[in-house]
């Protein structure tokens, strides 16, 4: 399991938790978002929230907050909870299946740090603490949620993690071959765009796309990190570092949809 650290600066009260006696699962409530792009959120919003992991819709995992620090996610369990919050591609909230191995594979790997049950409440929603409709996939259809009345999703997570615990290998060998979260993309590196539709951005601050890239392969620009994760790209290898930079920029895309080419 690859999990990256990004750790906050800012809304993360640096407090130690005493003990751990669950693991609280959320959805981001943010349809289509990437982990990057919601950890960039906690780091830059004044609104008090946080998280101690995201897992994003190609299934990477960002740590935030370390897990035995207390993070701003759940309400009153802050202090006695780590935090998953879990990136899904639309309203319905149902999680892509890598995202889906990860969030097993992360809550089955905390819940056997802190020694705790999934199927004995070492495992929570959101909606357990406050009634929140938090992760939407597992809430009750009922309660304005998407599980089915008799809360199979959520039974079933709590089963796989439990299944996950006891130490079949495939999930694991699963995460290994898909890809991992890099930043160190190079001036000229040609990259695929391997969604059909990839969010184009007209700077490195706006959260409101200008357009959408069909797939296809495209090439990084200057290699220089820009915010949210992004890199400018273009669409031919003779543009990379060009001037003017607004002539030959195609536009700044996240790096969680790039893939490199062989
Ligand atoms: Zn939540």
């Not at 049950?117 to 959101?126: A, D, F, K, L, M």
Request: aromatic share 10%; hydrophobic share 30%; charged share 20%.
């Amino acid at each position: 399991m690859n999990i990256l650290q990004k750790l906050l600066t800012h809304n993360r009260p640096y407090t130690k938790r005493k003990k751990t006696t669950a693991i609280a699962v959320h959805w981001v409530g943010n349809a289509g978002t990437s982990a990057i792009n919601n950890r960039n959120y906690f780091q830059t919003t004044d609104r008090e929230v946080s998280s101690n992991y995201i897992i994003g819709l190609q299934g990477e995992i960002i740590c935030c907050i370390p897990d035995n620090e207390v993070s701003w996610c759940t309400n009153q369990a802050n202090s006695y909870t780590v935090s998953i919050e879990t990136c899904h591609p639309d309203w319905t909230g149902k999680f892509s299946d890598s995202t889906y191995r990860s969030l097993v594979e992360l809550t089955a790997h905390l819940c056997k740090k802190y020694g705790l049950h999934p199927q004995r409440g070492g495992v929570i929603r959101h909606y357990d603490v406050t009634g929140k409709v938090c992760p939407k996939w597992f809430v009750p259809s009922s309660k304005g949620g998407s599980d089915t009345a008799d809360e199979q999703h959520w039974k079933k997570f709590l089963s796989d993690v439990a299944a996950k615990m006891g130490g079949s290998g495939t999930a694991s060998n699963a995460a290994a071959s898909k890809p991992s979260l890099r930043y160190d993309w190079k001036k000229g590196q040609a990259v695929r765009l391997y969604k059909a539709k990839t969010q184009l951005f007209a700077n490195d601050t706006t959260t409101t796309p200008a357009a959408t890239l069909p797939a296809g392969v495209y090439y990084i620009y200057d290699g220089k990190q820009c915010k949210l994760g992004r890199f400018r790209i273009t669409t031919r290898k003779e543009y990379c570092g060009k001037k003017p930079a607004g002539k030959y920029v195609t536009g700044y895309v996240s790096v969680d949809n790039f893939q490199e080419v062989k």
